[in-house]
């Protein structure tokens, strides 16, 4: 499957399209650290299970991004 995003923004004109298209490109490397977090044994328990509610809390789940 191949998508293709474009955004046409002016980023002088509207600095929030500039942040949110930032947020967008780093979202892969952001759920590789939680997925790090959560399941990495050298992260202390109480710590990966406080990241992996917060993660449910927030709708993220590993399975429908790691498949």
């Not at 050298?42 to 809390?57: F, L, M, N, Q």
């Amino acid at each position: 499957m191949k998508t293709r995003l474009t955004f046409s923004y002016d980023p002088e004109c509207d600095p929030v399209g500039a942040e949110r298209v930032r947020r967008m490109m780093k979202a892969d490397d952001m759920i590789y650290v939680l997925w790090h977090l959560v399941h990495d044994d050298t992260v202390p328990e109480d710590t990966r299970r406080e990241v992996a509610a917060w993660c449910h809390d927030n709708n993220i789940h590993f399975e429908e991004l790691y498949t």
